[in-house]
């Protein structure tokens, strides 16, 4: 059975830092390509960054330069490092895995609230 959990989401002033976590399991981590999608209400889920299996990076070009993403195999888990956060960014954060040919799975989310 597939998992992922996320953490590390909370509230956090304009201009400041958090680190997402996504811990998989299930998987075959070391080949899954992952990533992040944020919805902010009312709005649709959208790419926020994905890192292949071999560390090929991915950024939406409104987080490049201030969000990071890495992941760490010995550990089945991905990271997103945000810096510089803004009120806009404010979202439910989902982890993401695709594995195999064609699978796909989404962790349940974790809030992320900026305020101005």
């Known amino acids: 059975q597939v998992q992922l959990v996320e953490s590390g989401g909370g509230l956090v002033q304009a201009g400041g830092s958090l680190r997402l976590s996504c811990a998989a399991s299930?998987?075959?981590?070391?080949?899954?390509?992952m990533g992040w999608y944020r919805q902010a209400p009312g709005k649709q889920r959208g790419l926020v960054s994905t890192?292949?299996?071999?560390?090929?990076?991915n950024y939406a070009d409104s987080v490049k330069g201030r969000f990071t993403i890495s992941r760490d195999n010995a550990k089945n888990t991905v990271y997103l490092q945000m810096n510089s956060l803004k009120p806009e960014e404010t979202a439910v954060y989902y982890c993401?895995?695709?594995?195999?040919?064609?699978?796909?799975?989404w962790g349940q989310g974790t809030q992320v609230t900026v305020s101005s």
């Open positions: 993401y895995a695709r594995y195999g040919l064609t699978s796909t799975n």
């Open positions: 299930g998987i075959t981590f070391s080949i899954s390509t």
């Open positions: 890192i292949t299996g071999s560390g090929k990076t």
